[in-house]
């Protein structure tokens, strides 16, 4: 009765402890004090409040984690103490350790020996929770490996997973260590428990897999058989949990010989296989290849679903590695798609994909039938992964084509929201099969004239998805265009926006009804305008792409291999996946650019537009540095500007005043747009040679088309381009474009005469069809140099006073970003009437190191006319220094051209009388 009170007490006392631990504001004296108490509780193993002190040392430590280190120490030194409680005080110094890293490790050699001296349960609950010990890998291969012998099965199966676990760690390599584990693993696929058996098999697959690793290469091929039909002999095991291990491991060993897995597939011994005999198991010198007779089938028939699904599954790395099994296999996994399990089904459809991607699979007319009933299955993703199958696949004659066609048009009607990949499954389907496309015509026009009288009909989803199929021809066969009705194409474009939605990982919008209007005009033409078609054929072949990574469409012959393949594009995207879409851009402005020189104005202005909208996304939320962005915007920008400048030189050189203005106007506007995305960023690497390019193409624009008296001054800015383009790709080892190399051949020619004939003007223009925007990679350190501008507490009701005659002082508030040591800086004053004065910003006021600088500067304007009020625009500008020298006639003012930072700030003034003024 006395012991009762007493351990009632204790309890009620550890509660009060447990109270005082939780307390935020519990002094620290008070803290320390619990912590000695609960600590001299520790050595009373046989203590049944044990339990409660371990508990609470664990909450001490979470509320108080300064205190880890020594509750973990005065455990760690009671450990071997504490025999009826040594696995309890293991879990709360492995929860301590994970909770603070500072604190102290387990010794190895400390954990063993209380393992061995644990009873059944502890030591099942170490073995298992090993691993969040840090302990030495030598330590626990010792220990798992003796614990394999261990007469309690539990502790036999936790040891085997120990084993797992320490492989896949690696590190361990010892060629005796590796050889005798496998071994044990072998022998424990004898044993009598159907728990140790299934992890025996994990144990031989992984330590099988070093097996074959360890041995020299002559010899691998041999070994990773024996592995493998060591596996295939406990195929048959009684335990669900076994076999489906097998085939789990069969996965993980990924290979065996070309007899072995075909065996496999046959329940009849094949004579391969025959005439092998095993020395011993566990010598790996010599296999029965007779072992694996029809394993798999056994598999596939398996009552358990759960076996089944292992099975199938297990058919993706063996089908990498073999030549004829693919083959043989399709049969069986077409099997399957009747299995009553959706999962099972489905593994079986990716079995499929898998191989069809390798290009190895060959759909039989009998496969059909199971196939096109994956097609309408009730399971959304067993539908979707059958018509990915449908995608790659190439169906050998016309009556499996109209069967796919059939099968895809029946799932459309059953369920109309899969309609946008059943819109691209058939696209791709006719793409693939465009010698058929002329059988599917007749079908399409019975079917249209049949829904043609009625509107609602004519809408119907078969009558898109024969459109569909259709208009995917032209891309893989430019002959089929002329045998297509260009009615077909015209009732295309009426369903343009439905069509995108299901091309939108192909192309855009824009770009589809680009491609529909050429085939519709086209699609009855032949010759010269044939050849047109064919040219946006290939441009758009090279400006879209599977966003996969695969190639969608079929490059022409025309097509050098080295235009399609981009490395840079593919090591950006896997550094940074949003320039991805970057890259896309510049695909469609090269695409819009070739549209435009087969005169197609509209389509190239449209899909110029759509990347402008496109860049404006990415400028709200993206990962891509602004200066970066800012780029972009500006080389769409001036790209369009080219392609409203084009239209004037397609036509007689003889135009109109009003066409010559307006000419003068958009290449003066290029021109500046030039000069200031040369000047406005820094770090430009890969962006120069393109920058340049442009800046050549301007010149060259110009000579063609203005008079003889400006012609000098262009060519010599032409040449001196020409030459720091030169010397640009000589310092980067990198090759110039063959546009570059032409215009160097006609300034050759031309020398030094500003008197240019206009045949030397017709060759010149001939230099651009070499012209092509090309792919370029961005800069990482790309910045773009601005500026921001205000007149503090100015405005037009509170102007700066000013006395008629006498100069003012503007105080303007400046800052700067991104802005170049050797940058020259001015501040342009300017009034209504075109007068202007130029004050210099000495570089004192903002040099650092800093990128972004801010800074009061007074400017003293010289311009204060006889009026009572005026106003005065004020600019930041940075000096054009790459640019010749310009005559002036003023002595101020700078050199060189000017291009501007910020937008101009109105300035107002107010005239005060100059008595007020001397008061």
């Avoid at 020398?751 to 001939?766: Q, W």
């Avoid at 370029?776 to 773009?784: E, I, P, V």
Wanted: net charge negative; aromatic share 8%; with cysteine.
């Amino acid at each position: 009765m006395e012991e009762d009170d007493s351990v009632s007490l204790t309890l009620h006392t550890l509660a009060s402890i447990r109270s005082l631990i939780i307390n935020a504001d519990t002094p620290f004296s008070v803290i320390s004090s619990v912590l000695d108490f609960l600590t001299g509780l520790l050595p009373r193993d046989d203590s049944p409040i044990l339990h409660h002190v371990l508990k609470l040392l664990s909450d001490l430590s979470l509320s108080r984690n300064e205190l880890t280190p020594q509750i973990f120490e005065s455990i760690l030194s009671n450990l071997l103490r504490l025999q009826t409680s040594a696995a309890e005080s293991l879990a709360v110094l492995a929860s301590l350790s994970e909770r603070n890293p500072t604190a102290a490790a387990i010794d190895g050699e400390a954990f063993a020996t209380i393992c061995i001296g644990a009873d059944v349960s502890s030591r099942m609950w170490m073995l298992r929770n090993a691993e969040r010990f840090d302990l030495p890998s030598s330590v626990l291969f010792t220990l798992c490996f003796g614990f394999t012998k261990d007469p309690y099965p539990c502790i036999r199966r936790v040891a085997l997973d120990g084993l797992v676990y320490v492989c896949e760690a690696g590190g361990f390599d010892h060629a005796r260590a590796v050889q005798g584990c496998y071994a044990r693993a072998v022998e424990l696929l004898d044993d009598d428990e159907d728990s140790v058996r299934s992890s025996a098999v994990r144990a031989v697959s992984v330590w099988g897999k070093v097996l074959i690793t360890s041995k020299e290469e002559t010899r691998r091929r041999e070994c990773s058989d024996a592995v493998f039909l060591q596996l295939c002999s406990v195929v048959r095991d009684m335990s669900v949990d076994v076999r489906v291990e097998v085939f789990k491991a069969f996965g993980v060993i990924g290979t065996a010989s070309e007899s072995i897995i075909l065996q496999t597939l046959s329940k009849k011994v094949l004579k391969a296989g025959k005439g092998k005999k095993p020395q011993n198991r566990f010598s790996n010198e010599s296999a029965d290849a007779a072992a694996a007779a029809g394993v798999f089938i056994h598999g596939f028939e398996d009552e358990f679903y759960e076996v089944r699904e292992a099975a199938v599954e297990s058919f993706h790395s063996l089908s990498v590695n073999s030549i004829e099994f693919p083959d043989e296999a399709v049969c069986l996994l077409m099997d399957m798609l009747y299995d009553d399990y959706m999962v099972v089904r489905l593994k079986a459809l990716e079995a499929l994909h898998h191989i069809a991607n390798m290009g190895n699979l060959k759909i039989q007319e009998t496969y059909m039938p199971a196939f096109l009933d994956a097609i309408v299955d009730t399971s959304e993703n067993i539908r979707l992964t059958a018509r990915n199958i449908l995608k790659l696949a190439k169906l050998p004659d016309m009556k499996l084509v109209n069967k796919g066609v059939d099968g895809v048009l029946k799932s459309l009607e059953m369920y109309p929201q899969d309609e946008p990949d059943i819109f691209s499954t058939l696209f791709l389907l006719g793409q693939n099969h465009s010698n058929f496309v002329v059988n599917i015509i007749k079908r399409f026009r019975a079917k249209l004239e049949t829904d043609s009288g009625n509107k609602s009909e004519f809408n119907s989803q078969q009558v898109s998805a024969f459109l569909m199929f259709i208009i995917s021809a032209p891309l893989s066969n430019k002959q089929s265009i002329t045998s297509i009705p260009p009615l077909a194409f015209s009732y295309s474009l009426a369903m343009v926006e439905k069509f995108s939605c299901g091309l939108h990982e192909m192309m855009d919008q824009d770009t589809l009804l680009a491609y529909l209007a050429h085939c519709t005009t086209l699609s009855s033409a032949s010759g010269t305008e044939f050849n047109k078609a064919d040219t946006f054929l290939n441009a758009y072949r090279r400006s879209t792409a599977d966003h996969s990574g695969n190639p969608v469409l079929l490059p022409s012959k025309d097509i050098p291999a080295e235009s399609i393949s981009i490395d840079s594009i593919a090591e950006l995207e896997i550094r940074n996946p949003e320039l991805k879409s970057i890259s896309h851009i510049q695909l469609k402005v090269k695409a819009a650019w070739l549209l435009l020189k087969l005169e197609c104005s509209n389509e190239a202005f449209r899909a110029l537009r759509a990347c402008k909208q496109e860049l404006a996304t990415l400028t709200a939320n993206s990962s891509i540095s602004n200066g970066a962005l800012k780029f972009m915007c500006q080389y769409v920008h001036l790209i369009e500007l080219l392609a409203q400048v084009w239209p004037h030189f397609e036509n007689s050189r003889h135009t109109s005043t009003c066409r010559s203005v307006e000419l003068e106007m958009l290449m003066e506007e290029l021109e500046i747009k030039l000069m200031e995305i040369r000047c406005r960023f820094t770090g430009l690497s890969t962006e120069v040679s393109l920058v340049m390019e442009l800046v050549i193409f301007g010149c060259l624009l110009r000579l063609y088309k203005f008079e003889i008296c400006c012609r000098l001054n262009c060519k010599k800015k032409l040449s001196a381009t020409v030459s720091q383009l030169e010397l640009h790709h000589e310092q980067q080892c990198t090759k110039p474009s063959d546009f570059l190399t032409e215009t160097k051949k006609s300034l050759q020619e031309i020398g030094s005469s500003a008197d240019i004939s206009c045949l030397t003007l017709l060759d010149l223009i001939k230099k651009f069809n070499c012209f092509s925007p090309e792919q370029f990679t961005l800069s990482g350190n790309l910045q773009c140099v601005s500026a921001e501008l205000e007149v503090p507490g100015n405005g037009p009701y509170n102007p700066v006073s000013f006395v008629a005659g006498l100069p003012v002082a503007i105080p303007c508030e400046i800052k700067l970003l991104n802005v170049p040591r050797d940058a020259r800086l001015w501040l342009r004053i300017s009034r209504s009437d075109d007068t202007c004065q130029f004050v210099y910003l000495d570089p004192n006021l903002y040099n650092g190191g800093e990128t972004e600088k801010r800074f009061m500067f007074t400017a003293v304007a010289c311009m204060t006319p006889r009026a009572v009020v005026f106003t005065l625009q004020v600019s930041i500008g940075i000096e054009c220094l790459f640019e010749d020298v310009c005559c002036r006639k003023h002595r101020y003012g700078p050199k060189h051209p000017v291009t501007y930072l910020c937008k101009e700030r109105e300035v107002h003034f107010s005239l005060v009388s100059r008595t007020e003024a001397v008061l």
